[in-house]
C-alpha cells in the first residue's frame, strides 16, 4: 500500500507540514500581538511601557517589537512610543536587578545554568563585571551583547554593581537604543514603509 497520497506523508503534493514553533515563542508572539492591539486601542503609552518592562524582566523578547510597527504605522508618535518603552524597561532592568541582588543563589545561578551558562563561564562575567562593570552594562543594555538585558541586569545585581551606577548606566544605553530606532523610523520611516509594501505588494495597514 503507498503512503504517498497520506495527508502530510512521503511524496504528498502539499510539501512537508511547517514547522510548529516552540511554545514559549508562541506565547511571545501572542503577547506583543495583544499588546499591539491594545497599543491600537489608543492605549499605546500603557501597552509600550508593559512591553519595555516585560521584555526586560520577564520574557526576552526583540527590544522593538512594538516601537518599529507602531511608529511606521504613525511616525509624528514614535518619539513617544520610544519614551514609554524606556520608562517600563528601565523598571523591568530595576525589578530583576533587585533578584540579583537579594536571590542571585536562588534564581540567578539556576537562570544562567537554564540557558546553558557553566559555572566557569559565570566566573569569567564575574572577572569582567569586576574590570568593566559599566561598560558592559551600558553595552547589554543597548542590545549589543549575545545575552538579553534581563540576563544581565541579574548579573549586574548579582556580581555586586552599585544600584547608582547601574541605574543611570542602564537608562542612558536603553534610551539611546530605542531614540535611535525612533529617529530612523521618523526620518525615514515613510521610505521604509515604502520599501515594504513594494516587496509584498501590499498596504502597510493590511499587513498588521
Known amino acids: 500500500m503507498s503512503i504517498s497520497g497520506a495527508p502530510g506523508g512521503i511524496g ?3 510539501g512537508p507540514a511547517p514547522r510548529r514553533r516552540h511554545p514559549v515563542q508562541r506565547w511571545l508572539l501572542h503577547v506583543v500581538a495583544v499588546l499591539h492591539r491594545w497599543a491600537e486601542s489608543g492605549r499605546a503609552r500603557s501597552a509600550t511601557a508593559t512591553w519595555g518592562f516585560v521584555q526586560t524582566s520577564i520574557i526576552p523578547g526583540p527590544p522593538d517589537a ?6 511606521l504605522a504613525d511616525p509624528k508618535r514614535v518619539f513617544s512610543f520610544a519614551f514609554w518603552t524606556t520608562v517600563g524597561s528601565f523598571f523591568g532592568a530595576l525589578a530583576v536587578f533587585s533578584i540579583g541582588v537579594f536571590a542571585f543563589e536562588k534564581f540567578g545561578i539556576p537562570l544562567f545554568s537554564l540557558i546553558g551558562v557553566g559555572a566557569n563561564t559565570i566566573q569569567h562575567a564575574r572577572e569582567m563585571f569586576a574590570e568593566h562593570a559599566l561598560l558592559v552594562v551600558l553595552v547589554g543594555s543597548m542590545g549589543l551583547l549575545p545575552v538579553p538585558a ?8 548579582g556580581f555586586g554593581v552599585p544600584l547608582f551606577s547601574f541605574a543611570p548606566v542602564f537608562l542612558l544605553g536603553r534610551s539611546a537604543r530605542y531614540f535611535i530606532v525612533a529617529v530612523i523610523i521618523r526620518f525615514a520611516g515613510s521610505r521604509l514603509t515604502g520599501w515594504i509594501e513594494r516587496r509584498v505588494g501590499r498596504p502597510f495597514a493590511t499587513l498588521r
Open 150 to 157: 534581563n540576563v544581565m541586569s541579574i548579573a549586574s545585581g
Open 12 to 14: 504528498s503534493q502539499g
Open 66 to 71: 512594538l516601537i518599529i510597527p507602531l511608529g
